[in-house]
């Protein structure tokens, strides 16, 4: 498939088969994540893979009962820092200073331009973080899309209690959205054959 007509064919998976997807084809996934475009490229995110029965069904009993949690291949669950601290700052300047053999006016110029939005008072952090990670939903999205992978985003979950099965530490982190990945259910998913819902062009898109 080309990627729009992969795009028409992908939609929100309610019922999935079970069957487990390719280590590959969960690595594309995961690369398409890893490679996902963020401010400033500080990637202020993780995202915790699991095929774990037991994890799977005690997300599904404690914060998500969505049966597409219990009848996926893999769960992602995409954790948004709550903070930039300077550890993680420095690490990552460290780590351009490394791979571009930066100078240090350079990448002394580059920490005050992220200072400044760590630094702003009316910049609320864990929003800003928050929709960074959305960026790499996005692309997880994309990329299962292409690889014939069926993704469903899933937003309505108790979030407290996700954090709390993940053992998460919320003064660090927490769970903002979680994507199901695996295979469609054609015999059981209503909306499989629904065609979609979506503006025309000319109302979505103003040139100007």
């Not at 590959?24 to 915790?48: C, H, M």
């Not at 049966?67 to 990552?92: P, T, W």
């Not at 259910?185 to 103003?206: F, H, N, S």
Request: contains cysteine; hydrophobic residues 40%; glycine residues 4%.
């Amino acid at each position: 498939m080309d990627l729009i007509e992969a795009l028409n064919w992908r939609y929100a998976t309610k019922r999935m088969t079970g069957e487990k997807i390719a280590e590959s084809d969960l690595n594309i996934i995961l690369e398409a994540i890893r490679l996902t475009p963020t401010a400033y490229g500080l990637q202020p995110f993780k995202v915790v893979v699991t095929r774990n029965e037991d994890l799977i069904g005690e997300i599904y009993r404690k914060s998500c009962p969505q049966i597409v949690i219990r009848q996926c291949s893999h769960l992602l669950v995409f954790k948004a820092r709550k903070k930039l601290d300077s550890e993680y700052l420095e690490g990552y300047l460290k780590e351009m200073k490394r791979q571009r053999n930066s100078t240090d006016e350079y990448i002394d110029g580059y920490r005050s331009k992220i200072l400044r939005v760590i630094d702003d008072p009316q910049i609320n952090k864990f929003s800003w973080m928050i929709r960074q990670t959305y960026i790499a939903l996005g692309y997880a999205t994309v990329a299962a899309a292409a690889s014939g992978i069926d993704a469903t985003p899933i937003e309505g979950f108790d979030a407290q209690s996700l954090n709390e099965v993940l053992r998460l530490d919320t003064e660090k982190e927490e769970a903002v959205v979680m994507l199901a990945l695996g295979y469609r259910d054609e015999k059981e998913d209503k909306l499989i054959y629904l065609p979609k819902i979506r503006k025309p062009m000319d109302l979505l898109v103003e040139k100007i």
